[in-house]
Structures are given as C-alpha cells and as structure tokens.
C-alpha cells in the first residue's frame, strides 16, 4: 500500500500579502511531479494578474481576514480527506488559524506572520509594514510596494537585478485591512488571530525561518512555535541560512520544499474515520 493510500494526498499552499498564488508556481509543479494534488487557491478576489493589480490597486478587494479564513477553510472542507497545508508569510498566520480550527493532517509555515500573543515585533518588521501601517486610512485599501520596498521586505539577498524580476512577476497591492487586522491582534479579544496554544488535537506544525528575512525574522517564529503547549502536539522550528522572506521563490527554494513535504509527510495524523479536512 503506498503512503497516498493511507496518508495525505492534497497538499494546499497559502500564499501571503502582496503576492498571489503564482508565487508557489514552482511549489506546484513539484509536489504534482510526485503526484499529489495541488490546491492553490488565491485570497477572494486576488486571482488576477500581478501587473495588471499593480496598474488599478482599487482591483484589489477590501476583504478581512476572517473572510479570508473562511474562504480557505471552504477548500480544505470540500476535499474529502485531510490535506497538508502550507502557508507563507501571512498566509502562515493563516495556516495556524486553520489548524486551530481542527483542520489539516500536517503544515508547515515559513516565515510566518505571528498569531495573537507574540508581543515583540523586530525594528525590520515594523519598517517592512510601515508602508500600510503608516496611513489610518490605508487600512480600506489595497497598497503596492516600490521595487525598493519589496527588495528590503522579501529579497534584499538578492542582487537588485534579481529583486526586480521577483517585485515584476510576484508583487502586487497589499490589503490594508489585514495588516491592520494583525497589527491590532494583541488589542482585540475577538481577534481573528486567536489561537489555542494548549490545544492538544491539533496537527503537526512545522516553522521555517530564512535567517536574513527582514519581514519576519526567525525570532518571530522561534517565540511563535514557543508559545504551543499542547500536550502530546509536534511543533519544530527550521532555519535557513541566507534566504530572505521570498524563500518560496528565491534559489534554493527546491530543499525547502522538499523539507516541508517530507517533514509533513512523516509526521501527518489522519485516520480513515476522520471527518473530511480535519485532522
């Protein structure tokens, strides 16, 4: 019996702000080449291309991120058993979310934005926000990053010729809404970001940093993975040396794929009597 007989065989990839699902094209590729399905949905209404939301950002809808939530949780509920997820960036505070809400075999998240509760934020974070953070009125509206703006948050270990190629094929508008949201999550009791850390039912959880990502640098995951008490769960932390927050994309970007797919293969939880994407 092979390991898709009686293990995950959907894998679904959750991209994050100012991007959209075709920066996981290389991701899909591979994990469909070993033959598995590939579920990669954008966020509502960000499925268009790339130049085209750069040229109107009011393209870009005003969605909140428990819209978001619950449109990811739709696809993995409509599969008919549990999936792994993977999530980057926003998309892996997403990802924690889902998992909180029973969902998944296994996931992985690389660097990912915090869940509720982890207080301190690096200097380069708050730099690489401040574009949206620094507006009130940004957050009902959708907000592109310049060439430099995205070097310094996703490629700034990239040469600025390889920068730009990355902002032209991958960058577009970021959603204010969820920026605020996240920013605000430590303030609000009904924050979308909640989690239960001592949730003892929940899937494995694998956190992968890129040690010069400016973003979300790896002591955001490591204090995020720390804060995951459950009795009996699997939570681990992954450094990459000299990748930037574009580790999904940038060269190298193979082993990294290959290591969340493995790690979540060999550490999935799913029975046949499972109830369909829960864990």
């Known amino acids: 019996m092979s390991t898709q007989d009686i293990g995950p065989r959907d894998i679904v990839l959750i991209h994050g702000l100012w991007n959209t699902p075709r920066t996981w094209e290389g991701w899909t590729k591979r994990f469909r080449d070993r033959g598995y399905a590939v579920h990669v949905p954008s966020w509502p209404g960000l499925d268009g291309e790339p130049a085209d939301l750069r040229r109107d950002p009011s393209r870009v809808p005003d969605v909140s991120v428990e819209q978001i939530l619950d449109h990811y949780e739709g696809v993995i509920r409509g599969l008919d058993r549990p999936p792994i997820i993977i999530g980057h960036s926003f998309g892996g505070a997403f990802t924690q979310v889902l998992l909180d ?102 899937a494995p959880l694998l956190f992968i940093s890129g040690a010069k990502d400016n973003l979300m640098p790896p002591k955001v995951q490591a204090s995020n993975a720390k804060h995951y008490k459950g009795e009996g769960t ?35 939880t799913w029975t046949p009597d499972a109830g369909a994407g829960a864990a």
Not at 113 to 124: C, F, N, Q, V, W
Not at 131 to 136: D, M, S, T, V, Y
Not at 241 to 266: F, Q, S, T, Y
């Open 101 to 202: 809400r029973g969902l998944g075999a296994a996931a992985v998240v690389l660097g990912s934005g915090p869940t509720k509760g982890i207080l301190r934020l690096p200097l380069t974070t708050i730099r690489s926000l401040w574009g949206i953070l620094k507006n009130p009125r940004n957050r009902n509206r959708a907000v592109p990053f310049t060439e430099g703006q995205f070097r310094y948050a996703f490629g700034n270990t990239l040469s600025e010729e390889e920068s730009r190629r990355a902002w032209d094929r991958y960058a577009v508008p970021g959603v204010g809404r969820v920026v605020f949201e996240g920013a605000l999550a430590n303030l609000s009791s009904s924050s979308p970001f909640k989690v239960d850390y001592a949730k003892t039912d929940r």
């Open 234 to 268: 699997i939570t681990e932390h992954d450094t990459y040396d000299g990748r930037p927050h574009l580790m999904v994309a940038g060269a190298g970007w193979e082993d990294i794929a290959d290591r969340a797919l493995d790690w979540a293969l060999a550490n999935a």
